[in-house]
């Protein structure tokens, strides 16, 4: 039988058979996606446990101290921080290779997914926040959006990784599949005329296995972040809750009899 994906496990707790580590996620995180997808793409098998960031239990800080996600708990041990999570399973699971093995092609992945890093996404929370078509925030998200396809038109292959989607691919991907929930929420739309590089990348990224495993709901998107972005995020999206139990009409308060509402006084037993 498999286990809840969100059943608060502790890192001490067995993993369950077949398992290699014991990942600490939110469904609806980006960051967390990140390794995910390195995962899939691994085909390593692993306990998904998603935390509610709004109730964090009080050990989850002796594991991260931000109190974030991801943290992967492996052979005893935690790693934490997004792209130090994926660099570590890369080397922890080398096959198969994400990275490539040529020095300056490392290095040129790194500059693709840095500057989508420091650059891109900072820009896409900034038009988020807003939550309407500010004009000088989606012309700075297009910005950078264009300085990704510079990189593929330099790079002259399919995927910022190479000939197949690789390393810098799925650490891009996640805001990029949230373009169209940004889309919802603020008029945003991505012009595949300004970025046909880009809009083709997508397209084949839609075409991975590891992606099409990792996806999201993306109505599950809007409703999120239409919270997220107000300050109001509700980190349990998505979980399986139980059905609320319905109240009949004649049993809701003011409708029904007070002698069935309010508790009575007992009489006095003789």
Known sequence: MSLSEDELRLPTDPLPPGAALRLYSMRMCPYAQRARLVLAAKGVQYDRVNVDLNNKPEWFFDINFYGEVPVIIHNGKNVYESLICAEYLEEAFPQPALFSSEPYSRALERIYFN????????????????????????????????????????????????????????????????????????????????????????????????????????????????????????????????????????????????????????????
């Open 115 to 270: 500057h989508w890093t420091k650059k891109g996404i900072p820009a896409f929370y900034s038009l988020l926040k807003v939550g309407h078509l500010d004009t000088e925030l989606a012309a700075r998200l297009d910005q950078h959006i264009g300085k990704m396809e510079e990189f593929l038109k330099a790079a002259g292959t399919p995927y910022y990784s190479g000939e197949k989607p690789g390393f810098s691919d799925y650490m891009i991907w996640p805001w990029f599949e949230r373009i169209p929930m940004l889309g919802e929420i603020t008029d945003y739309k991505m012009s595949a005329e300004k970025f046909p590089l880009v809009t083709s990348w997508v397209a084949r990224m839609w075409q991975d296995p590891a992606v099409q495993e990792c996806k999201i709901d993306s109505k599950l998107f809007v409703d999120h972040y239409s919270k997220y972005r107000t300050g109001r995020p509700d980190f349990t999206i998505g979980m399986k809750k139980p059905e609320p139990v319905p109240e009949l009409l004649e049993n809701l308060d003011g409708l029904r009899d007070p002698s069935t509402r309010d508790r009575q006084p007992q009489k006095q037993q003789c």
